[in-house]
């Protein structure tokens, strides 16, 4: 069954159509890639399901419902979650604070309770997010780093607390752009890994990504933009020998 689809989606900026008539449907439970050239149009697909842009035609449904048009955050709270292509951490704070700034929407509990600590309930309530936070870093293998500052970890692993960071919004999908971009191999074989074991839990994966073995090793489906049009879609070893996905990576006259 189809998580989100986007129908027709369509945005403009001025003369350029950045995203043009574009059809996809994420299947629940599978990690799904999109890939493409620089300029194809994947961030701006991503902030169009994320409500960053609306579009200016076409349609997006998440779960059957239709979210174009909402704000980022209702979106964000009806079970989207992403990570940017640039780190955004808070990097002076220890890594499980940076989580728990993702989990704090989830709780009653907020800045004023944790001041005044008046009733049982805040202290249950903080310490289930702790735990819940704890849960979220051990999914990406930084459970033992949970009170190093952020700017300590490599940076790999800062990579690693932005996806825990997204899932402790307990989303049921996962946006990733670009998350394998400037590690090294060793690194990238790890997210690789922990990728995987995300979707084991249950978690539908979506991500942009440019490097190619890292993307062909880890997704069930693949969709193509090639300014803004998706110019494929399929397994990774359909799309790896398409030559129209070929032509659009190498130009002209490419052969396989
Ligand atoms: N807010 C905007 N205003 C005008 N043009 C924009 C805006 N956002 C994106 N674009 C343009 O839309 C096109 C698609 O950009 P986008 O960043 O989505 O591509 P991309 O596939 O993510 O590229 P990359 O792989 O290099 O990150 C580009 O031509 C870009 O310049």
């Given at each position: 069954m189809a998580i989100l689809t986007l129908d027709n989606v369509t945005i403009r900026?001025?003369?350029?159509?950045?995203?043009?008539?574009?059809?996809?449907a994420v299947e629940e439970g599978n990690i799904q890639a999109l890939i493409g050239p620089n300029g194809a149009g994947k961030s701006t697909l991503f902030n169009l399901i994320t409500g960053i842009y609306t579009p200016t035609e076409g349609e997006i449904r998440f779960n059957g419902e239709v979210i174009s048009g909402r704000q980022t955050h209702q979106i964000?709270?009806?079970?989207?979650?992403?990570?940017?292509?640039?780190?955004?951490?808070?990097?002076?704070?220890p890594v499980i604070e940076n989580v728990l700034i993702g989990a704090h929407t989830r709780g009653k509990w907020d800045l004023l309770g944790s001041i005044l600590r008046p009733a049982p309930w805040v202290k249950?309530?903080?310490?289930?997010?702790?735990?819940?936070?704890?849960?979220?870093?051990?999914r990406v293998d930084l459970a033992g780093k949970a009170w190093e500052i952020a700017s300590n970890l490599s940076y790999g692993e800062q990579r690693r607390l932005e996806?825990?960071?997204?899932?402790?919004?307990?989303?049921?999908?996962?946006?990733?752009?670009?998350?394998?971009?400037?590690?090294n191999?060793?690194?990238?074989?790890?997210l690789m890994e922990i990728v995987q074991k995300i979707r084991q839990t249950g978690m539908t994966v979506?991500?942009?990504?440019?490097?190619?073995?890292?993307?062909?090793?880890?997704?069930?489906?693949?969709?193509?933009?090639d300014y803004?049009?998706?110019?494929?879609?399929?397994?990774?070893?359909?799309?790896?020998?398409?030559?129209?996905?070929?032509?659009?990576?190498?130009?002209?006259g490419a052969k396989h």
């Open positions: 900026f001025g003369g350029l159509v950045a995203v043009d008539k574009v059809n996809l964000a709270a009806l079970g989207i979650g992403r990570t940017f292509q640039n780190i955004r951490l808070f990097n002076e704070l249950r309530e903080e310490e289930q997010l702790l735990d819940w936070a704890m849960e979220c870093l051990d996806i825990a960071r997204a899932l402790a919004l307990k989303p049921r999908i996962l946006l990733l752009d670009e998350p394998a971009a400037g590690m191999p060793f690194e990238k074989q790890v979506f991500l942009v990504e440019h490097d190619m073995k890292f993307v062909m090793g880890i997704s069930d489906r693949i969709a193509v933009l803004g049009v998706k110019i494929a879609e399929g397994k990774p070893e359909e799309v790896r020998v398409n030559p129209q996905v070929i032509e659009a990576y190498l130009g002209k």
